[in-house]
């Protein structure tokens, strides 16, 4: 089955304790994307990858590590997290060739994180 | 950058009635406008979406329409069901070159409620 994986679903944290959020994809795409989401604010991007190495700042990015080893990994890192970046966290990726379906995101699951 | 608004935040309708989402973008270069929809407590889904080349697209009970010229595109649910009740996105793509060109910007959501 076609999917992103995300996990975990849920974190509590406490302040300045590092934290990897990990996202996974098996459709083979070229681009993936980590967005937050917060009420009243809508979707916002922290950082994106083109492929595999590459990779670049979204809208939000402040506070936030991303790293693309791996087609299939998109890694969300928070060195050192505050209360600020309590948020749900959702993955997403997609094709870059329009034939493929290029143009729509397929979402993970989510990651609700708390940091207290 | 772009700037996508959307209207109304809240919407409540009586169930076989219509509902309308409307959105505005900002970047004239903006070329493709997905919808998603998120059902509580779960990852947001594309349901419908629409290139620049086109000015409606219909699928069963869903319809997008886009008015380049305006800038602006909407939503339309018809006989809407219980079910439709969710949290409805809507995304546009600015059209950039070498900075993600994938990405995807989104509205600040509306709430959709449905009653039998």
């Known amino acids: 089955e076609a999917q992103v994986t995300q996990n975990p679903r849920y974190l509590i944290t406490v302040t300045g304790k590092k934290l990897t959020v990990t996202c996974s994809q098996n459709m083979n795409h070229e681009y993936m994307s980590w967005y937050r989401q917060d009420p009243g604010l809508g979707l916002r991007q922290i950082y994106y990858s083109m492929n595999v190495e590459v990779t670049d700042k979204g809208d939000v990015p402040e506070g936030y590590k991303v790293s693309r080893k791996e087609k299939r990994n998109f890694p969300l890192i928070l060195e050192s997290p505050s209360p600020n970046q309590t948020s749900l966290y959702f993955c997403a990726s997609s094709s870059l060739i329009a034939t493929r379906g290029g143009g729509g995101y397929t979402f993970g699951s989510g990651t609700r994180l708390t940091v207290v | 950058g772009e700037n996508v608004e959307q209207h109304p935040s809240t919407l409540s309708v009586q169930e076989g009635d219509s509902a309308v989402i409307k959105c505005t973008y900002s970047d004239s270069a903006s070329n493709y406008f997905p919808w998603y929809k998120q059902e509580l407590g779960k990852r947001p889904q594309l349901i419908i979406d629409i290139r620049s080349n086109v000015g409606e697209k219909k699928d069963q009970r869903i319809a997008v329409t886009l008015n380049k010229t305006a800038k602006h595109f909407s939503l339309h649910i018809t006989e809407t069901q219980p079910e439709d009740s969710a949290v409805y996105f809507c995304?546009?793509?600015?059209?950039?070159?070498?900075?993600?060109?994938?990405?995807?910007?989104f509205g600040t959501g509306t709430r959709l409620l449905v009653s039998p």
């Open positions: 995304a546009a793509r600015p059209r950039k070159v070498n900075t993600g060109f994938q990405k995807l910007v």
